[in-house]
Each structure stands twice: as C-alpha cells, then as structure tokens.
C-alpha cells in the first residue's frame, strides 16, 4: 500500500534538525543539571528513527552510512579510556579530573573529564539504539 | 589503594570492546581472545599473590570515600575465584575453536564470552550491594546472548524461559536491595556489616535476608527455585554449557556465601538452619536427576544443583571447617563441571547423540578420553586423592561439628550416588558392544581432547597439592569468618 506521507516528510525535514540541536543542548546541559550522553543518545537516535519512518531505512542508510556496531564499541572504548586513563594517574579508578578554562566566546568555561565519558555514553546509546531498531526493521 | 584488583574485570572488558570492530577476522578474533584470556588470568595470579602477601585490597571508585562511593573489595576468597573464573574462561577459548562453529564465531561470540568474564570477575569482586546487582546484569546480558547465539529451534524456546526467570529474579533482586536500603540506609557491605548488629528489630531484617536467599537461589539453583536450569542449560553448544555450568550458578552461591558470612548473622538460629535444609533438599533433588536421566548432558547437569547443595551447606554451618571446605569445593566444583563438560561434550560429537543408550563401546577406539573421563568422574565423587576429596572431607567435618550432623551423613550418602551417577555414563559409553560412531578428525579430536586434559590436570594438581592451596583457603575463610577484617580493610582506605 502506497501512503501519502508529503506531510510527514515536510515536517521531518525541520523537525529533525530541532531535535538534533535540542541532543546536543541536553547532552552539554547534562554536567550540572538534567540531561547528559543517555538522554542525548536517546534524542538523537530518535532523531534518526524519524528520518527512516518518513524517508525509509534504506534512503537512511544512504545518508548516514555509519555501521552502528563499530559506533557502540568506539563508545565503549571511550568511556572505559576516560575511566581508565586515572590507572596512568594511579589514583582510583574512575576518579575525573577538571578545571577552568578562559576560552574565547566561551569566557569562563569548566571542562571536565567526565565529558568525555558522557561522549562515549552517548555512542553506545546511539549505537545500541539503531542497531535493535535496524534489526527489527529489516524483518519485513 | 592500588588499581590492580581491576585489572581482572578490565581487560576482558577492552578486549570485548576491540573485538567487536572486527567479527568477520576469524583468526584474530581466536589470537585476540586467546590472549586476553591469558593477560586475564596473569593479572588475577598477580592480584592473588598481593592480596596473600599485602592484605586485603580495596579501590574506592571516582575516589569518593566509603561508604559513598562503591568499593571493589578483593579478599583472598574472591581473589581465588577470580583466578579460578579467568582459567576456566582460558580453557573454554581453547575448546571453543574445534566445537562452536565459524558461523558462530563471526557473531560475537568471543566478545559475548569476555563480556561475561567481565560479569562474573566483577559480580566477584565487588564490595557493594547494589554494584553487585549491576555485574550481574552484565553477566546475564551476555549470557542472553549465549544461550540464543546460533539461534536453533531448542535454543530460542528455551531462552525464553531462561530470560523470563532472570529478568524476574533481578526485579527481586532490586525490591530486596531498596527494602534493605530502607531498613539500613546503605549498600556498601563493609558499612552494613557495621550497621546490621546495631539494628534491634532482627524480624524485619530476617525476612530480607531470606528474600535474598530467594534472588540469589534463582542464580544459584537451590531447591526449588532450580527448575529452569537444567532445560535451559540443556539447550545451548557445548562450550557454552560448560562455561555456564562452571561459572553462572557459582556467582549466585558466592553471593549467599558473602551475605550469609558478612551480615545477614543477626538471626543464625532461623537463616543458617533454612539454609542447611535447602541445602541437603537441593542435593537429593540433584540426585534423583542425576539417576533419572539417560542424557549426559543432563546427567553433568544435575551434578552442578548436587555440588550447589554441598557448597551451602558448608556455609550454613559457619564454622572453620565447613567454610573452608566450601571454599575448596567451590573452585574444585568450578574446574571439574568445566573438565566434564568438555569430555562428555567430545564423547557427544563421537556418537552425534547426546542419549547414553546409543553409545557403547568407546575404550578400544579411544583409549585416552575414557581414562581422563575416569579421573574426572573420580574427581567429581571425590575418591582421595583428587579435587573433590579434601573439600568434601571439611564440609562433612563441619557438618559433625555444627548443628546439623544429619546433613553430613546425607552428603556421605549422597556422594555414592554421584559417583555412580557419573560412572554410569562411563559404563554406557566406554564398554560393552562398539557402536557405529561419526567420523571425525584426528586433528579436531585432539584439539578437543587437549585443553580437556589439561583442565583435568589441574583438578588433579588442585586435589593431590591440597596442601600447598590450604593457606590460601584458610586465609580466605579467616575473612569469611570474622567480617572485623573485611570491615576495617574498606574503611582505611
């Protein structure tokens, strides 16, 4: 059956965009307040669904040809380095470091280590996301 | 404060990770897994010999001090089954490449089996309630993926079932952990050993610990929580039956054996008196399985609820000689389902059954697998001098000496029916009239065979150097015994 779905692709095209900024708003914000790599990866891959319920997986896999598997072990691998680099440091693990920076635009910004781990936090929740997603769509 | 006692769960962590970029490189995915298996088990060696020499480690995470951080405690008990865990995962690699098959080797199979490594060394090592819970969600994950991995017909019905039960018993798991939370207000155990005596009102505290009990024996197969196990185990390769068999059931008892000796002690009379009588109901109920089956798997099988029950009737009786003995039984229990498995697994591959009727004949055509069948089979009843003998002797001792001498007449009894148990599938399937068997490969025979001797082996070394592992297992027991150790350890740091 052939739907018309003129609507929904129109309103993906902006929508998609929304929720991407709004990921990566919520995935910053995560540090002191709500959010944070979970809640991020899960907007984005949201995101991503979107796009295939409006365009199809395969016009998807076109645009973002990214194996997903890969994307969830480099996650993985981040988050364990970032907890494991405090080895080199022999301090315990999963001890963070951070500090403040004066940066342009920014001014007074606080980087923390702890950022990096959400990075790979948010992978892994892309990553494992897309994968059950693709798999259960491929089915059909 | 020294990271090494995580070096354990680490590396087959990383390992796991780095493998799965690759599933389609067959070769480097057996080297990759080989060796991280060994830098694993090198690692837990090492760690075994500091905590000997220094004491009791202790890593408090993100550097946040107990009880507000989670501590990773690694004592002399969880050390030994740290190492014991990281050889038996050694040896499993080592089957695994003639058994389970390029299909399934392409489909992260050797990541799942680190992933678990990790579960397990963890679940081992942790010295936090809750953080507990979290291993052994990472062990079970990958045992999802184990039980259903190549997908057959008996394997998908009865992961089902395997799922239903663990997601159900971790639900309780999580209902016991907040209601402990609730009465207690922490979930380091160093710091509830400290709280719980301070508690007057035992009766809600007994009604927790017996809960626990209850999410732990869904792990562990105690009577009668163990009726999903041995459909379940029943289903998947053999590889991964031996590596559930030794190592799945063996976290749920070491969890009992940690909560029952560190601080569910407020109400001995009630919990180590039902524990006993699960105990002994659980071995009878391994015994009539054990003789009821003509299946070799089933009948291996049924010999891990027996071991399961032995096990925790040591424990139940809390003194030096049961808890000592648990402790070597345990490891010893560990490595000879692992040996058993693989041989009667080889033995199945021969015959291309698993049923016992259809077999027959195997001594004159292979002379090697019946006699190291017979060590193990030996070993698993416990005939001096090989592994199952010193530990049975302790807990039998510790029974007579504790409150329920009955038990140890019913372990004595019992382990005639292991012995014949196991010495049945050797009658079955090594004498009387040959039966047709597959062909198989002179070099596939022997990489089975191999690693399998091996194992045995060092069940052999285990049981006729009992001697030179008693101050590990003393010492081990020692912290069991008196939490005052384990307590001022984690709250040095």
């Known amino acids: 059956m052939k739907t018309n779905d003129v609507m929904l692709q129109t309103v993906t095209k902006v929508v998609t965009f929304i929720i991407l900024m709004f990921a990566v708003h919520i995935f910053f914000a995560g540090h002191y307040t709500p959010g944070g790599g979970f809640v991020g990866g899960l907007l984005t891959a949201s995101a991503i669904v979107l796009l295939m319920l409006a365009f199809g997986i395969q016009t998807v896999k076109k645009i973002i040809p990214v194996n997903y598997v890969v994307m969830t072990s480099v996650g993985l691998l981040l988050a364990i380095a970032t907890a494991a680099a405090s080895i080199l440091f022999d301090v315990p693990f999963f001890t963070h470091a951070y500090d403040y920076f004066e940066l342009p635009l920014f001014g007074k910004t606080s980087l923390h280590s702890a950022m990096l781990f959400d990075a790979g936090v948010y992978l892994v929740v892309v990553g494992v996301t897309m994968t059950i997603i693709q798999t259960i769509g491929e089915d059909e | 404060m020294s990271n ?115 579960g397990v060394n963890g679940a081992f090592t942790t010295g936090d309630i809750f953080n507990l819970f979290v291993f052994v969600e990472v062990l079970l994950m990958a045992s999802y993926t184990l039980i259903v991995h190549g997908g057959e017909r008996q394997q998908l019905r009865e992961s089902i079932k395997y799922l239903l039960v663990n997601i159900i018993s971790s639900a309780l798991f999580v209902a016991a952990v907040a209601l402990l939370y609730s009465v207690t207000g922490t979930l380091n155990m160093a710091d509830l050993a400290v709280k719980i005596p301070q508690i007057e009102n035992t009766g809600i505290l007994t009604v927790i610990a017996v809960l626990f009990l209850v999410v732990f024996g869904f792990k562990a197969a105690i009577f009668p929580l163990y009726f999903w196990l041995p459909a379940s185990y029943h289903a998947p390769p053999m590889p991964i039956l031996a590596l559930f068999g030794a190592l799945l059931t063996k976290v749920g008892v070491y969890a009992i054996m940690r909560t029952y000796t560190l601080f569910f002690t407020m109400n001995v009379g009630f919990t180590h008196e039902l524990l006993a009588i699960i105990a002994i109901l659980t071995i009878l109920a391994g015994c009539v399985g054990a003789l009821a089956y003509f299946d070799v798997k089933k009948i291996i099988i049924y010999n891990i609820i027996i071991a399961v029950g032995v096990i925790l009737f040591g424990v139940s009786q809390l003194n030096e000689a049961g808890v000592q ?149 003393s010492g081990a027991a020692e912290v069991l015994l008196n939490p005052s150790l384990y307590i001022e350890a984690v709250f040095k740091e």
């Open chain 2, 4 to 118: 090494l006692l995580l070096f354990p769960i680490i590396i087959p962590l990383i390992m796991a990770t780095i493998l799965m970029l690759f599933p389609n490189k067959i070769k480097m995915q057996r080297l990759v897994a080989l060796i991280s298996a060994l830098v694993t088990l090198i690692a837990s060696l090492f760690l075994l010999f500091k905590v000997y020499i220094d004491g009791i480690q202790v890593v408090t995470l993100g550097s946040w001090p107990a009880p507000f951080g989670i501590s990773m405690v690694s004592d002399l008990f969880s050390a030994l089954l740290v190492v014991t865990t990281s050889l038996i995962v050694l040896f499993v690699v080592l089957y695994s490449f003639p058994t389970i098959g390029i299909k399934r080797e392409q489909s992260f199979y050797y990541p799942a089996v680190l992933f678990l490594l990790t």
């Open chain 2, 325 to 473: 003995g648990s402790i070597l039984y345990l490891i010893h229990d560990m490595m000879i389902k692992a040996a058993l498995f693989f041989l009667v697994g080889i033995v199945a591959v021969i015959f291309g059954t698993s049923n016992l009727r259809k077999m027959g004949g195997l001594m004159k055509t292979y002379p090697v697998l019946g006699w190291t069948y017979l060590v193990a089979a030996f070993g698993l009843a416990g005939i001096p001098p090989l592994s199952g003998f010193p530990g049975k002797l302790l807990i039998i001792q510790g029974g007579f000496e504790g409150p329920q001498f009955w038990g140890s007449i019913v372990i004595l009894a019992t382990s005639l029916i292991v012995l014949l148990s196991a010495v049945r599938i050797f009658i079955y399937a090594f004498w009387g009239e040959p039966v047709e068997t597959e062909p198989l490969k002179k070099s596939a025979y022997h990489a089975m065979l191999i690693p399998s001797m091996l194992l045995v082996a060092v069940t052999v070394f285990f049981g006729v150097g009992a001697e030179l592992f008693m101050p590990f297992v």
